[in-house]
């Protein structure tokens, strides 16, 4: 794996209808973007928000330097600030989240 890069933004498409949407992270000097997308599950059995991460998808062009990564950090931080579970269908997501005991507040 390369040097993380600096200047990567990562922007949040929500679809409208409250159905999904996708994080987009951006790169300098880079066509390629990285996506993770996900669908909106109405409610857990606990009650709140679920957003379902579906893909995460990150074109070799741009690969191995972290990008998949920073769009879960993205996902997780939305997460607790707004207040939404997290169910990681999309096997990146899930390694993840293995990885980080400290989240599990968060798995729906």
Known sequence: MSEPIDGVTITHQDNGNRNGGKYV???????ATGYLEWESRDRNSGGGAVRVATHTIVPPEIGGR????????????????HGFKIEPQCWYVAKKFDENPDWSDLRA
Request: aromatic share 0%; net charge neutral.
């Open 25 to 31: 992270a951006h790169i300098p000097g880079e066509s």
């Open 66 to 81: 972290g990008i998949a990564g920073l769009l879960v950090k993205r996902l997780i931080n939305d997460a607790r600030e």
